[in-house]
């Protein structure tokens, strides 16, 4: 048999490990370098990075430079997205061409989960950040947080240190006081940032802010909750409960995935948090038990890099099976087994345990309320009959719901190397507007996505194949069309008369979770487009803090009549998102009866977004090094793969600040010059510190 070398990268945000194994799964090589997320480096630098462990290791190994390993693995921080994982191996390969025969790219929590659990189960990762994805045995994968420390990364050391951190100030303003003496948790702190007053942490938190450094901390308030601290434990107690709220909502979707099978599931849990057990199980097991988990999970920690499972995948990516050994690569700590008689049960190291005893910790509710304040509450106040006095949210999702949809456009030419399905580019959500299988949705769900299958999911489970009818990209409003007859319809309210103050409902598929509700109220009913950077819209949207996220978009705001007043579009941040009038949509829906047949556009491939001066505050605290001349342009958020533009060179990240010798100054001039400016384009763009041109030429689409 002729040698076969194996390479696998587990890469974090501070740091990453790369192994080279041969074809017994024997590690030959090994290399350690700096942290390998390309949101926070650029695309061009995590490559670079990459090679030089590649180049490290092979040496390590004694393999010349110049032989490409049969198959690299690469498992990385914030490898979320298919295209610019497809553009990071595409990088790779133009630094060095003989690095290896195949690259394949997939988040860290892949290379954990193969690592632990290569026959499905659960990886939790609490690093300087968290995350938590699930696959089942018959290779469905879903995930769970992994959202950043500004969206989530919740039980993380950066969070950790974030509470601890916020503790002292809060209890310092009588904002929030303090459950527990603050202290020693001040102490740590001071010496940590070397800060003698709470302004001295400012810069830490602002100008000079280092997320590794911030999440350094965690590790000296471990030790302080080792020695009794009440309010390290505190924190650590609200970190394991964050942990096992990730670990509760992927064991939701495994419990109906498992067909009653009795196994425990196995949850690898990775990172330098997991290392402050005692410090966590208190919170993690009366999380899980406050959530009635139903499944035995087997919580295991790996006794080898996650840089393993990445050469596993490595190996399968060009269908070789890598041997292993799965004593070796990993061991069980403890055992949850679901609720008996009202009590925690599991096995910490083959012992009995109740999760809550003898372990030295306040086992008190978690927050800032006491549990005798909570008794006290409830044993004035009855609640008896409430629920169905004051339903009206319920009331209304009862009458709206069927005629919701979610939409997953798909790539059939490419398919998923773990569970040979069709790679997703992206998914939303739409309603139904006539019985004859009228959809209507946002025009940025299902534009510019060439050669891609629009999938439809109706309430009731059944699957069915949408065609685009009508776009208008303007107003970001879409219609398509499934071959289905007497559908549940959505009554179309007025805009006109919506007051601020006014509940509502957004509906829809945030994250492919179907038929999930948000309820909130009306902020503004006339927040122009201009305010928000959509320059050349010249609409107006109803601005509402209703929760509306990720795959959401296109779905109905209804109102408490059960009638779509709007159509969800965009969220800004926490609290504030947007929709479109449904009087705008009514005159769209007239206009599509009598419009002429559509015309071929230019097409580019990319997702924007207009630079409003917050997105640029935003950027320069993220990347200081960015040119500080730039005032206009637009953000890359997205660059299809095959696309013109990625053709071209354009990555995510990228800002583009002219075309063709002209500024750009919103996504409207770079919509103008698609439909004024023949041949190719020439655009300037800011990459990370330095300015570039590349040349595009868009497609007609």
């Not at 919170?283 to 080898?304: D, M, N, S, T």
Request: with cysteine; net charge neutral.
């Amino acid at each position: 048999m002729n040698k076969m070398y194996f390479g696998g990268v587990e890469g974090g945000a501070t740091h990453s490990n790369l192994v080279i194994c041969n074809e017994y799964g024997k590690v030959v090589g090994k290399a350690r370098g700096p942290g390998t997320n390309h949101w926070a480096l650029g695309i061009e630098e995590c490559a670079k990075r990459i090679i030089d462990m590649v180049h490290a290791a092979k040496e390590d190994a004694g393999i010349p430079l110049d032989q490409p390993i049969d198959s690299l693995g690469l498992t990385l921080s914030g490898c979320e997205q298919e295209s610019s994982n497809a553009d990071l191996a595409v990088r790779v390969r133009e630094k060095d061409g003989a690095c290896a025969g195949a690259i394949y790219v997939a988040s860290d929590t892949a290379g954990s989960l193969f690592t632990g659990a290569p026959n499905g189960g659960m990886v939790l990762i609490a690093g300087t950040g968290s995350n938590a994805l699930l696959r089942t045995p018959d290779g469905q994968q879903y995930g769970c947080g992994g959202w950043g420390y500004l969206l989530g990364d919740e039980g993380g050391a950066y969070w950790i240190a974030h509470r601890a951190v916020k503790a002292i100030f809060d209890d310092e303003d009588g904002l929030l006081p303090s459950p527990h003496p603050t202290v020693r948790v001040w102490e740590v702190i001071s010496e940590h940032f070397k800060a003698e007053t709470r302004a001295d942490l400012l810069p830490h938190a602002y100008k000079h802010f280092d997320k590794s450094h911030f999440a350094g901390l965690t590790a000296k308030l471990s030790k302080l909750a080792e020695q009794g601290d009440a309010l390290s434990q505190h924190v650590f107690a609200g970190a394991g409960a964050a942990l096992a709220a990730h670990a509760a909502a992927l064991a939701e979707r495994a419990h109906g995935a498992r067909n009653g099978t009795s196994a425990a599931l196995r949850v690898v849990c990775v990172g330098s948090v997991w290392n402050s057990w005692d410090a966590l199980r208190p919170g993690l097991l009366k999380q899980l038990a406050a959530r009635r988990v139903k499944i035995e999970l087997e919580l295991v920690r790996l006794k080898v890099s996650s840089a393993m499972g990445a050469a596993w995948l490595a190996a399968k990516h060009v269908n070789y099976s890598l041997p292993r050994d799965d004593s070796a690569f990993c061991e069980v700590f403890y055992t949850y087994r679901p609720d008996v008689n009202g009590k925690v049960n599991g096995t910490h190291n083959g012992k009995l345990d109740n999760g809550l005893q003898g372990c030295g910790f306040a086992t008190g509710i978690v927050g800032y309320v006491s549990a005798k304040e909570k008794v006290s509450a409830a044993s004035v106040i009855s609640l008896s009959g409430r629920r169905d006095k004051y339903n009206f949210i319920a009331d209304v999702v009862a009458v709206s719901a069927p005629s919701v949809v979610y939409i997953e456009i798909k790539d059939d030419r490419r398919r998923d190397i773990v569970t040979g399905q069709s790679i997703t580019l992206s998914n939303g959500s739409g309603f139904i507007v006539k019985e004859d299988g009228l959809i209507l949705t946002n025009a940025h769900v299902v534009v510019n996505k060439p050669n891609a299958t629009v999938n439809v999911r109706l309430m009731d489970g059944s699957n069915h194949t949408g065609f685009v009818e009508d776009v208008d990209l303007k107003s970001d409003l879409a219609t398509l069309r499934i071959p289905v007859k007497n559908l549940p319809t959505m009554k179309l309210g007025s805009s006109a008369d919506i007051k601020p103050g006014e509940w509502v409902v957004a509906m829809g598929s945030p994250l492919a979770l179907s038929n999930t509700v948000t309820a909130g109220v009306i902020s503004s009913t006339q927040r122009a487009s201009e305010e928000l950077g959509l320059i050349g819209k010249d609409m107006v949207y109803i601005q509402t803090d209703a929760p509306i996220t990720f795959g959401n978009s296109g779905g109905p705001l209804v109102n408490l009549d059960g009638e779509a007043i709007g159509i969800n579009s965009m969220k800004v941040t926490s609290g504030i998102s947007f929709a479109i009038p449904i009087d705008y949509v009514k005159e769209f829906l007239a206009k599509s009866k009598t419009k002429s047949p559509p015309v071929s556009r230019r097409y580019l491939g990319i997702t924007m977004l207009s630079l409003t001066p917050n997105i640029l505050f935003e950027l320069r605290m993220r990347n200081p090094e960015m040119p500080s001349d730039i005032d206009h342009g637009i953000l890359v958020w997205k660059v299809i793969i095959g696309s013109p533009a990625y053709n071209g060179g354009l990555q995510p990240g990228d800002i583009v600040t002219s075309i063709n010798g002209s500024p750009v100054r919103s996504a409207g001039d770079l919509y103008s010059v698609l439909e004024t400016a023949p041949g190719k384009l020439s655009m300037l763009i800011v990459r990370g510190k330095t300015r570039t041109t590349v040349t595009i030429t868009p497609e007609i689409h």
